[in-house]
């Protein structure tokens, strides 16, 4: 039957309890969650410059200096106030250590002669041989015959006539681990002037002394 007129409807069920809806989050909020993963990429960016910028300074402030020079043309500068002398010529080679000379013969020899020893160089091809010394620009320019060496010297400076010159006669002398030449020399006049003893020290040469004997128009013509 149906409830009296006079009687209020049933109030309704209450509904379960239920999660507040979130609140807005501001435009402003908003705006900066979304630009946050492009300052954290500028930022990085920004770093990998400074490193890249801070490693290329100091690899460059670490490198080897070009303000000195280097090689020949350095070398030559810096041996052009010494002065001229079979070992040391004006037109210098490079410089560096002595180098082997290319026969058992060639290399360095010490001449004791006149006020004393004198270094000698010495370079043999076939029977040609050729010795400078450190005395006004000494040569000597022979013929290797056995063990004799015929030759001519002179002395004075290269590339004009000999300011004096002569002939010698070499006796090569081998005694046990010691090679030395026995000679006398005298002038053009064919008069025996002294003796000239020279002993081998050992087959290097350095590099002015290997210049100066490849250079054949400075050796007088050695004799038939």
Do not use: C
């Amino acid at each position: 039957p149906a409830p009296p007129a006079h009687l209020p409807a049933p109030a309704a069920a209450p509904a379960y309890p239920q999660a507040p809806p979130p609140a807005p989050v501001p435009a402003s909020a908003a705006a900066g969650v979304r630009r946050r993963p492009a300052v954290l990429v500028a930022l990085a960016g920004a770093v990998a410059l400074a490193l890249a910028i801070g490693v290329g300074v100091f690899l460059a402030s670490s490198g080897p200096s070009d303000s000195a020079g280097s090689g020949p043309a350095a070398a030559g500068t810096a041996g052009s106030a010494k002065a001229a002398s079979p070992a040391n010529p004006v037109d210098t080679a490079p410089g560096g250590p002595p180098g082997p000379a290319a026969s058992p013969l060639g290399g360095h020899w010490i001449g004791t002669w006149g006020n004393g020893e004198r270094d000698h160089y010495v370079a043999v091809d076939g029977t040609s041989f050729k010795m400078i010394y450190d005395l006004d620009d000494g040569r000597v320019a022979g013929t290797l015959r056995g063990d004799v060496i015929d030759g001519r010297w002179a002395e004075g400076a290269l590339g004009a006539p000999p300011a004096r010159s002569g002939w010698v006669r070499f006796q090569l002398i081998r005694d046990g681990a010691t090679v030395r030449l026995d000679g006398v020399w005298g002038t053009d006049l064919g008069v025996t002037s002294g003796t000239w003893q020279v002993r081998r020290v050992d087959g290097r040469l350095t590099p002015q002394a290997a210049l100066r004997l490849t250079r054949n128009g400075s050796f007088p013509a050695p004799p038939p």
